[in-house]
């Protein structure tokens, strides 16, 4: 049963620890974005913490919440990537950053573009200071990349539903290939209550997209992601 397998995964040491990368150099921007990750991310694990069924799992659960790298450059950021690029979440990017020791302007578009060769469906939400990056930015990956103006009012909200919608944070919403909703599950029961009633075309949209390792992924289900 699922249950089975939930126990014989927990049962074993935590593996395969998510992470969100952060590439931002300026300290007045990831000094504030920073914080809001880890509140969301806190915010998160509680919830997901609170569904275990005994103190050992939940201690297990506790230890292996999302974890925040943050990169500074270019380099470093591709370095961390190639590292944990099996674990990777998703990416929080700042347009431009140095890279080759030099400051590039667009150095989070061609990040953003290397990424894609090699995974084509991590998501990517980019910040910047300037508006007019926002149609290059969705034009580099228009289902998995997102942009937040840095000096947004709604930067909290924006960055909340980045993380809901996108690195599974949230509720999983079953959706027809056209997008309406048929279905949503906030837990491992629901969700497997839900697939027996779903369209097969809802069922197809999802595991093509790898939806579903990705909502376990982020709720340390790492074990059952692996098995999808």
């Not at 590292?83 to 578009?109: M, N, W």
Request: contains cysteine.
């Amino acid at each position: 049963t699922l249950e089975d397998r939930l126990n014989v995964a927990h049962d074993t040491r935590v593996m395969g620890v998510q992470s969100i990368l952060v590439i931002e150099d300026t300290i007045r921007y990831y000094s504030t974005l920073l914080p809001l990750l880890y509140q969301e991310v806190i915010r998160h694990a509680w919830r997901f913490i609170q569904e275990g069924i005994n103190p050992s799992q939940k201690n297990l659960r506790q230890r292996a919440r999302t974890k925040i790298l943050l990169c500074k450059d270019y380099e470093t950021a591709w370095s961390c990537f190639e590292k944990y690029h099996e674990t990777i979440l998703g990416i929080v990017s700042d347009v431009g950053f140095p890279r080759g020791g030099e400051p590039d302007p667009e150095a989070g578009f061609r990040f953003a573009e290397a990424v894609y060769e090699r995974h084509p469906d991590i998501p990517i939400l980019f910040h910047s200071s300037l508006p007019g990056h926002r149609e290059k930015a969705l034009a580099i990956g228009p289902r998995f990349v997102r942009f937040m103006w840095k000096n947004s009012p709604d930067l909290l909200q924006e960055l909340r539903t980045f993380m809901s919608d996108h690195l599974s944070f949230g509720d999983f919403v079953f959706r027809t290939p056209d997008g309406a909703e048929v279905a949503k599950a906030h837990d491992l029961r629901s969700l497997e209550k839900a697939l027996e009633t779903i369209p097969e075309a809802s069922l197809r949209y999802h595991a093509e997209r790898n939806h579903f390792s990705h909502w376990l992924k982020a709720r340390t289900e790492f074990w059952l992601a692996h098995q999808l």
